[in-house]
DNA sequence: TCAATGCGTAAGCGTATCCTTACGCATTGA
DNA sequence: TCAATGCGTAAGGATACGCTTACGCATTGA
């Protein structure tokens, strides 16, 4: 999670996936979106996202076409900035209620291991 | 969204966000919690955090409490990590239909302006 | 076979980041 | 008034990051 995160902070690498988001491209045509740089940056923005799992290259003849995958986001979401989601917004803990409730518990490992430290402060850590 | 995702990506601060979640501490405290660094090098993390709005200090005597604010890091997940995680689970899609049934529309910006580029493509990016 | 195309990577440079030590300022209690 | 405490910041150095230019390799079409 930690690479994934130092990748998504650099806008040119975002707007990237971006692009993929839309549609697979092949590497030149990804340089082509980015005209403000040189190509061999962009092909090393595409090495970062490689080591971290977000895009997936796959030769057709002498090009290669990029895919997005965005299962190393959910990480992200998942162990870290969903805990915070609760301190901004009350529609999203209100969310989870309706979800946990209308399951019913399927194994989903971000329950119950809540901070047993027996809330020996003050605990307001508002949205400000 | 540029400066907080930096600022999170820095696996103290991320940290730091983490104790402060728990309840307001002084910057001594903090700094005591992470002791393989110095008390200064904690002292800039905070000057990052507090640069980015994630965390505000409040003066009382000599000490310096500070205090979590979790609203810089909404934008993140609003105009970013949310439209990439209909890729990585449906049961998210699924939870933002049910609570848009439920809501009836009530002016939250982050509907309807969506990819207004006619599908010209293949379109699929699947989490992988 | 040979030039052209598409792409990746090595080398090098400027800059940003993160740490340390040293210092300065405000507040507290004797 | 004066030492002690809590905290922030300046200065400096090591390392990481992002870009450019130059180059190498594989594939394609003449």
Redesign the pocket.
Known sequence: MDGVL?AI??P?RRRILDLLREQPL????I?KHVP??????V??????LRSVGLVE?RRS????VYTLCAAPLQPIWDHWLSRYAELWSDRLLQLKEVVEAQEGCDAQDSHSERDAEGDKGGRRADGC
């Open positions: 130092a902070t650099d040119t092949t590497a030149g045509a340089a403000e740089m040189s190509r061999p940056a092909s090393q923005h595409l090495a970062v290259p003849g002498r090009l290669v």
